[in-house]
């Protein structure tokens, strides 16, 4: 059974930093490309980051680059979210998700698998 497993999430003060975890079963992420999204409440979901197969190149969103770093242990079938001088605007459910082909990293659309999300909440 395909799976994804977020983790991490909580409550922190503008500010601070968290890390987010990716757990994926039932399949091999070193076969795709992965991303995270988040979306916050009454909003649409939006890319966050995305990471390459290979791990050579990493694409950002441009409300959190140079805040976030993505990385990818395929020999752990895990990826990581690492989120500094998070501000109240990052607050909302973040999902990891899986792209198996060659569609844009950045599209909703073009992935595969999804997981439930885990909520982040940044206070002021």
């Known amino acids: 059974q395909v799976q994804l497993v977020e983790s991490g999430g909580g409550l922190v003060q503008a500010g601070g930093s968290l890390r987010l975890s990716c757990a994926a079963s039932g399949f091999y992420i070193e076969n795709y490309r992965m991303g995270w999204f988040r979306q916050a409440p009454g909003k649409e979901r939006e890319f966050v980051v995305g990471i390459e197969w290979s791990s050579s190149y990493t694409h950002y969103g441009e409300s959190v680059r140079g805040r976030v770093t993505m990385s990818r242990d395929n020999a752990k079938n895990l990826v990581d979210l690492q989120m500094n001088s998070l501000k109240p605007e990052d607050t909302a459910v973040y999902y990891c998700?899986?792209?198996?082909?060659?569609?844009?990293?950045?599209?909703?659309?073009?992935?595969?698998?999804w997981g439930r999300g885990t909520e982040v909440t940044v206070s002021s």
């Open positions: 998700a899986a792209l198996g082909g060659h569609g844009s990293i950045q599209r909703i659309s073009a992935y595969d698998y």
